[in-house]
């Protein structure tokens, strides 16, 4: 089977918008031996983000799977500015077979997918499309901007419009009464890790650097003797797997204490 691999770059709101109009949908076009479909991923993965599968900024892989009875090519199509496009990397050697049935006559394809580090501050798109004759089918992944932070839970501005969608949307917040004393922070990097507090005066985390993995950070509070509350903020940063930037990319979280009842 011939296989190549084009880019395309797009450029404007225009046609983000035109392409975010219909749903990322598994195309099933079967007329007798003739099947195109993508089976990973899929609007069904995720439908909050319009049928792209979201993966974080320093996420550094993933795959696609597909099923086609005929000769084909992959196309990747960027939304987004020039600078931030050519950040999917498909290696077309690994897109070999991995099942076959009815006599040969259906190949189920699949392999790897790795992502450049997301340092741009917005999410970015990618919609891959499977070419084959006059069966067409596509899947999408979307970049976001943050890392994976688990606790505190991430708070997303449900927003609809192409700006927001464009920009930062989330917020991630502990609340803490006006005595305690210790908790705790969750989150899971690709990339080894710094954490800082702005103030530092009545916060303090108890480990400020680690390496890639899922990490648990305690935190120490020193008890708000004021009616009023306070907050500060936690900055959490990494370079991300196989960063070409130099950018680190950096997450935040607000930490709020209550003030004496």
């Not at 090519?73 to 987004?80: A, N, Q, V």
């Not at 009023?228 to 930037?245: A, P």
Request: charge should be neutral.
């Amino acid at each position: 089977m011939k296989k190549t691999i084009r880019h395309f770059h797009v450029l404007t709101a225009t046609v983000l918008t035109a392409a975010l109009s219909f749903a990322f949908v598994s195309c099933d076009h079967d007329t007798g031996i003739h099947l195109t479909q993508f089976l990973y991923p899929t609007s069904s993965d995720n439908p909050y983000y319009y049928g792209y599968m979201p993966v974080y900024a320093d996420q550094p892989i993933d795959s696609i799977f597909f099923a086609t009875t005929e000769q084909w090519h992959l196309r990747l199509e960027y939304f987004g500015d020039k600078s931030s496009s050519d950040w999917l990397k498909v290696d077309d050697e690994l897109m070999a077979p991995t099942f076959k049935m009815l006599d040969n006559s259906i190949y189920y394809m699949g392999g790897p997918v790795f992502f450049v580090p997301n340092t741009t501050g917005s999410k970015r798109y990618v919609r891959i499309t499977v070419d084959a004759g006059k069966y067409v089918c596509s899947g999408g992944f979307i970049q976001l901007p943050y890392l994976s932070i688990s606790r505190p839970h991430r708070f997303v501005l449900t927003t609809t419009t192409l700006t927001s969608l464009e920009s930062r949307d989330s917020l991630s917040t502990l609340y803490a009464q006006s005595g305690t004393e210790l908790d705790s922070i969750c989150f899971n990097v690709h990339a080894d890790w710094k954490l800082n507090a702005k103030q530092g005066t009545w916060l303090q985390p108890q480990v400020t650097e680690g390496h890639a993995g899922q990490q648990v950070v305690r935190l120490t509070f020193q008890p708000n003797p004021f009616t009023t509350g306070r907050t500060d903020t936690l900055f959490l940063s990494t370079m991300g797997v196989g960063s070409t930037t130099g950018k680190a990319i950096v997450d935040t979280i607000t930490v709020t204490q209550y003030g004496m009842k």
